[in-house]
């Protein structure tokens, strides 16, 4: 039977030796901190399996339309606490866990974080589905379950960026339910016959077993568990015994070998997508499997379904152009496998899907040639062709001039777009911020705008407020319960509104500051354990943490480094005028990402340089964190006093790092970009360190013909920085180390670093003096953590609901 929550500590640690005898075979005696850390896994996900089959149950038998996250990327972070958070029983873990002689850190370290996402649209992923089932609505998380997770970074001597495959299923992983009595079957290559009736038949070449594992995502305080369903590949035969007979092991797995490769491993590039067959597979591969899963599921045991019906039992989000394939997709189920006419199929699937684009660089946007689709997908390839053939009668008709027609092609013959495949293919379009989804309208999908404007929306990015608050940072938790009077906010972030009155009382500010300064002290011990670092929590921590890439300018935050290391040496600025500060970067580059890989390469060697200076002792220093991921990111936004986040104005969709630092009362330096704009809005233009130019300047720059070097020839200190980085200073006197890097910023700068570095170098002088008055910083500190509550993932999951998917929670 299964136990009924809540539980005492006692009963807890009781049903944590029944499952380290009857599931692991071991005593408590003979038991490790992971095996503990199953068995306690193994424990709260039965108190969580009664709500999730009524779920489930409910979900089918309901009204309420699902919502199908389809998603290549999920990036969840740990689970046990999170589970242990939603199922009422962290306290009772916490006793129970010291009262089998275990140290609570010890079992929470043994867990693996799951790191299938490369940052910000992974992330996203796994706070929505925390928010869907929070508010109570049905929903389906489908994606991959990659093998292997985002690498694992470390660096080597010369401080480059050595990546290590990040096997995370090594040890028991207690949390995926592998349900190989759901798997489905998904197709590949052949050619297309027609039938004796004129219907086409797909004759396939190979298959492969899609298995899914199934996690749980318990809703906080909802009574709701959803399904978060990551296909695995599986090969269906294990291998040619003919061939194994003749002694041929490698060619006799050969098959196997194939198919389970679609699983393998998470790409780690995150912008510049490449036209990679293997990258198609694992699109279509979860994509076919969930829609076919999804019909299974809401029309059981049933051989004809009333697919016509379909897009009331669910609605399926394409997060980013990476399922788009699924547009094609439903259209060939639909004629090919239950027989329907184009014309209900198209209206069926136009019905059911939805994108949301997250970037605005053109290179990201997935562009995949014809032959590679054609050859992996020849059905599907025919299919977009008639899309295109119907789209473009569709805007004749609607008068679209001839130019604009082929400007917006699908299918251009060589190409297909997904981008504009999933704009025409389903109901509505969506950016991730206001200034995102106004640029999408405006350049990047104009035509498409102009002639569909009815279709584009905006839903401003959020983040869970359970992950990145409650269980990141439990003292700021229990002071902001103590403030309000309640804990109510943890469902209702709009709640914090309710501290701002309290940033006028002296006390309420001592406390916030107090917090802070202990999640400070926190995270230098926790560096201490992790990385050996000597963080001194009686200095700023400023902190700059995500992907490594041009646009985002990690550049332009060590060139002033080195800027004010420089004033400091050369006696320009004296010691004892610096605030002592410690900037902390965290940041991967994708492996093929040069600039990126030797921007890693300098910071860490600036850190070293400066870090060993004894000049600048204890006013300045830097510290780079390898491996930056959830676990790094919950430690560390807490104890931030100063977030960067200084793209380049119309570079960043929107982000989400910058959410959970102003909800966590640190300050910002930003642009105007994605959500730093509504952040500014919310939070007061006084609370929030704005900088640089805007979408206009830099379009005007561009226009005029930008010129770097006339920026490095007119700021002295801008000259001083560069010049040291090519002088060998931080190369151990090579000067060749950094030239390529220093040649991109003089001559390209593609993201004018150099033009906004003036304005944001002179920043960091108000940021400074501000800093020194600390009852004024902690002030507009808890005015963000205030005034950030639009923030919450669960705002977002409400605009999508009202917005584009019309549906609402079971409840
Ligand atoms: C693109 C590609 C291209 C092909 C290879 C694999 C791959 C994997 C991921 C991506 C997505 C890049 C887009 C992305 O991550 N966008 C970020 O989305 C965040 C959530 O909306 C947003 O906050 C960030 O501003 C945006 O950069």
């Given at each position: 039977t299964?136990p009924?929550?809540?539980?005492?500590a006692a009963?807890f640690?009781?049903e944590?030796?029944?499952q380290?005898?009857y599931?692991?075979?071991?005593t408590?005696?003979?038991?490790t901190p992971?095996d503990v850390?199953v068995a306690a896994?193994?424990?709260?996900?039965?108190h969580?399996?009664d709500a999730?089959m009524?779920?489930q149950?409910e979900m089918?038998n309901?009204h309420?339309?699902?919502v199908g996250?389809?998603?290549?990327e999920?990036?969840m972070?740990k689970?046990?606490?999170?589970?242990?958070?939603?199922a009422g029983l962290t306290?009772q873990?916490d006793?129970?866990?010291?009262?089998?002689?275990?140290d609570?850190?010890d079992?929470?370290?043994?867990?693996?974080?799951?790191g299938?996402g490369?940052?910000?649209?992974?992330?996203?992923?796994?706070c929505f589905?925390?928010s869907l089932?929070?508010?109570g609505?049905?929903?389906f998380?489908?994606?991959i379950?990659?093998?292997?997770?985002i690498f694992e970074?470390?660096?080597?001597?010369?401080g480059?960026?050595?990546?290590?495959?990040d096997?995370?299923l090594?040890?028991?992983?207690?949390?995926?339910?592998v349900?190989?009595n759901?798997?489905?079957?998904?197709?590949?290559?052949?050619t297309?016959?027609?039938?004796a009736?004129?219907?086409k038949?797909w004759?396939?070449a190979w298959?492969v077993?899609?298995v899914p594992?199934d996690y749980?995502?318990p809703?906080?305080?909802?009574?709701?568990?959803?399904?978060?369903r990551?296909?695995r590949?599986?090969?269906?035969?294990?291998?040619d015994?003919?061939t194994?007979?003749?002694?041929?092991?490698?060619?006799?797995?050969k098959?196997q070998?194939?198919?389970?490769?679609i699983?393998?491993i998470l790409?780690?590039?995150?912008?510049?997508p490449?036209?990679?067959a293997l990258r198609?597979?694992?699109?279509?591969?979860?994509?076919s499997?969930?829609i076919h899963?999804?019909i299974?599921v809401?029309?059981?045991g049933?051989?004809?379904?009333?697919l016509?019906t379909?897009?009331d039992k669910i609605?399926?989000q394409?997060?980013?152009?990476h399922?788009?394939?699924?547009i094609?997709?439903?259209m060939?189920v639909?004629i090919?496998?239950?027989?329907?006419d184009?014309?209900t199929?198209?209206?069926?699937?136009t019905?059911?899907?939805?994108?949301?684009?997250?970037?605005?660089?053109?290179?990201?946007l997935?562009?995949?040639?014809?032959?590679?689709i054609?050859?992996?997908?020849?059905?599907?390839?025919?299919?977009i062709?008639r899309?295109?053939?119907q789209f473009e009668?569709?805007?004749v008709?609607?008068?679209?001039?001839a130019?604009q027609?082929?400007?917006?092609k699908?299918?251009?013959?060589d190409?297909v777009?997904m981008?504009?495949l999933a704009t025409?293919g389903?109901?509505?379009?969506?950016?991730?911020?206001e200034?995102?989804s106004?640029?999408?309208?405006?350049v990047t999908?104009?035509?498409?705008?102009?002639t569909?404007?009815d279709k584009f929306?905006?839903?401003?990015?959020?983040?869970?407020p359970r992950?990145f608050?409650?269980?990141?940072?439990?003292?700021?938790?229990?002071?902001?319960?103590?403030?309000?009077?309640t804990?109510?906010w943890?469902?209702?972030?709009?709640?914090?509104?309710?501290l701002a009155?309290?940033?006028n009382?002296?006390e309420f500010v001592?406390?916030f500051a107090a917090?802070?300064q202990?999640?400070?002290?926190?995270?230098?011990?926790?560096a201490k354990?992790?990385?050996?670092f000597?963080?001194?929590?009686?200095?700023?921590?400023?902190?700059?943490?995500?992907r490594l890439?041009?646009?985002?300018?990690?550049s332009?935050?060590?060139?002033?480094?080195?800027?004010?290391?420089a004033?400091?040496k050369?006696?320009?600025?004296s010691?004892d005028?610096v605030?002592?500060?410690?900037?902390i970067?965290?940041?991967?580059?994708a492996p093929g990402?040069?600039?990126a890989?030797?921007?890693i390469?300098l910071?860490?060697n600036?850190?070293?340089?400066?870090n060993?200076d004894p000049d600048?002792k204890?006013?300045?220093?830097?510290?780079?964190p390898?491996?930056?991921?959830?676990?790094?990111a919950q430690h560390?936004?807490?104890?931030t006093?100063?977030?960067?986040?200084?793209?380049q104005?119309g570079k960043?969709?929107?982000g989400?790092?910058?959410?959970k630092?102003?909800?966590n009362g640190?300050?910002?330096?930003?642009?105007l970009?994605?959500?730093?704009?509504e952040?500014?809005e919310?939070?007061g233009a006084?609370?929030?360190?704005?900088?640089g130019?805007?979408?206009?300047e830099v379009?005007?720059?561009?226009a005029?013909?930008?010129?770097p070097?006339?920026?490095?020839?007119s700021?002295?200190?801008l000259?001083?920085a560069?010049?040291?980085?090519s002088d060998?200073?931080?190369?151990d006197?090579d000067?060749?180390t950094?030239?390529p890097?220093?040649?991109d910023w003089l001559t390209k700068d593609w993201f004018?670093?150099?033009?906004?570095?003036t304005?944001?170098a002179?920043?960091q002088?108000?940021i400074?003096a501000?800093?020194?008055q600390?009852?004024?910083?902690?002030?507009k500190?808890?005015l963000?953590?205030a005034?950030?509550?639009?923030?919450s993932?669960d705002?977002?999951?409400?605009?999508?609901l009202?917005?584009?998917?019309?549906?609402?929670?079971m409840?």
């Amino acid at each position: 039977t299964a136990p009924k929550s809540p539980v005492t500590a006692a009963q807890f640690a009781d049903e944590i030796r029944e499952q380290l005898t009857y599931h692991q075979g071991v005593t408590v005696a003979q038991a490790t901190p992971a095996d503990v850390y199953v068995a306690a896994s193994l424990a709260v996900r039965r108190h969580l399996m009664d709500a999730w089959m009524t779920t489930q149950a409910e979900m089918v038998n309901g009204h309420t339309k699902a919502v199908g996250y389809l998603s290549a990327e999920f990036l969840m972070g740990k689970q046990l606490r999170n589970a242990l958070l939603n199922a009422g029983l962290t306290e009772q873990f916490d006793e129970a866990v010291k009262e089998l002689g275990f140290d609570y850190q010890d079992v929470i370290d043994a867990e693996h974080e799951p790191g299938l996402g490369n940052g910000g649209l992974g992330r996203l992923a796994a706070c929505f589905i925390d928010s869907l089932a929070s508010i109570g609505v049905p929903a389906f998380g489908y994606g991959i379950q990659y093998q292997y997770g985002i690498f694992e970074q470390e660096f080597d001597e010369q401080g480059r960026q050595i990546e290590r495959p990040d096997y995370w299923l090594t040890n028991d992983e207690p949390w995926g339910h592998v349900d190989y009595n759901r798997s489905q079957k998904v197709s590949f290559g052949g050619t297309v016959v027609e039938n004796a009736d004129g219907t086409k038949a797909w004759k396939p070449a190979w298959s492969v077993r899609a298995v899914p594992v199934d996690y749980m995502v318990p809703g906080y305080k909802s009574g709701r568990v959803n399904t978060l369903r990551l296909w695995r590949a599986k090969s269906y035969d294990e291998f040619d015994l003919l061939t194994f007979n003749k002694s041929e092991y490698l060619d006799a797995v050969k098959p196997q070998v194939k198919a389970e490769n679609i699983s393998k491993i998470l790409y780690p590039e995150d912008s510049t997508p490449e036209g990679k067959a293997l990258r198609l597979e694992q699109q279509y591969f979860f994509v076919s499997a969930s829609i076919h899963d999804a019909i299974r599921v809401f029309y059981p045991g049933q051989d004809k379904p009333d697919l016509t019906t379909f897009p009331d039992k669910i609605t399926f989000q394409l997060n980013d152009t990476h399922p788009v394939i699924g547009i094609p997709e439903l259209m060939r189920v639909m004629i090919d496998e239950y027989g329907y006419d184009w014309d209900t199929a198209w209206s069926v699937t136009t019905k059911t899907f939805n994108y949301t684009c997250h970037t605005l660089l053109p290179e990201a946007l997935e562009v995949w040639p014809a032959s590679l689709i054609g050859e992996l997908l020849p059905r599907h390839l025919e299919i977009i062709e008639r899309i295109e053939r119907q789209f473009e009668a569709e805007l004749v008709a609607k008068g679209v001039d001839a130019a604009q027609i082929e400007r917006m092609k699908i299918y251009t013959g060589d190409a297909v777009r997904m981008a504009y495949l999933a704009t025409y293919g389903g109901s509505h379009v969506n950016g991730v911020a206001e200034l995102h989804s106004e640029l999408l309208k405006d350049v990047t999908l104009k035509d498409f705008s102009d002639t569909y404007p009815d279709k584009f929306a905006n839903v401003t990015n959020g983040v869970t407020p359970r992950r990145f608050v409650k269980l990141a940072n439990p003292r700021l938790s229990d002071l902001i319960t103590e403030g309000l009077g309640t804990d109510k906010w943890l469902t209702d972030l709009e709640m914090l509104k309710g501290l701002a009155p309290l940033a006028n009382d002296d006390e309420f500010v001592k406390k916030f500051a107090a917090v802070k300064q202990a999640n400070k002290v926190d995270f230098a011990n926790y560096a201490k354990r992790e990385y050996g670092f000597d963080l001194d929590p009686n200095t700023m921590f400023n902190t700059m943490v995500k992907r490594l890439h041009e646009y985002k300018r990690q550049s332009l935050k060590i060139l002033a480094l080195i800027a004010r290391y420089a004033d400091i040496k050369s006696g320009k600025v004296s010691a004892d005028d610096v605030m002592p500060r410690t900037v902390i970067f965290g940041a991967k580059a994708a492996p093929g990402y040069y600039l990126a890989k030797m921007t890693i390469q300098l910071i860490n060697n600036v850190a070293r340089v400066v870090n060993n200076d004894p000049d600048v002792k204890g006013k300045l220093n830097v510290y780079f964190p390898w491996n930056y991921n959830v676990r790094l990111a919950q430690h560390l936004i807490p104890a931030t006093d100063l977030d960067e986040q200084i793209s380049q104005a119309g570079k960043e969709a929107s982000g989400t790092g910058n959410m959970k630092f102003a909800l966590n009362g640190a300050l910002t330096v930003g642009t105007l970009d994605g959500a730093n704009v509504e952040i500014r809005e919310r939070v007061g233009a006084e609370n929030f360190f704005l900088f640089g130019m805007t979408v206009d300047e830099v379009e005007a720059q561009y226009a005029n013909g930008y010129n770097p070097a006339r920026y490095y020839e007119s700021d002295p200190r801008l000259k001083a920085a560069i010049d040291m980085v090519s002088d060998g200073t931080f190369s151990d006197g090579d000067r060749n180390t950094y030239a390529p890097l220093v040649a991109d910023w003089l001559t390209k700068d593609w993201f004018m670093t150099l033009a906004d570095f003036t304005a944001y170098a002179a920043i960091q002088g108000e940021i400074e003096a501000l800093y020194a008055q600390p009852l004024e910083w902690h002030r507009k500190a808890i005015l963000n953590v205030a005034n950030s509550g639009y923030f919450s993932s669960d705002r977002s999951i409400e605009d999508y609901l009202e917005r584009i998917w019309h549906t609402g929670s079971m409840a």
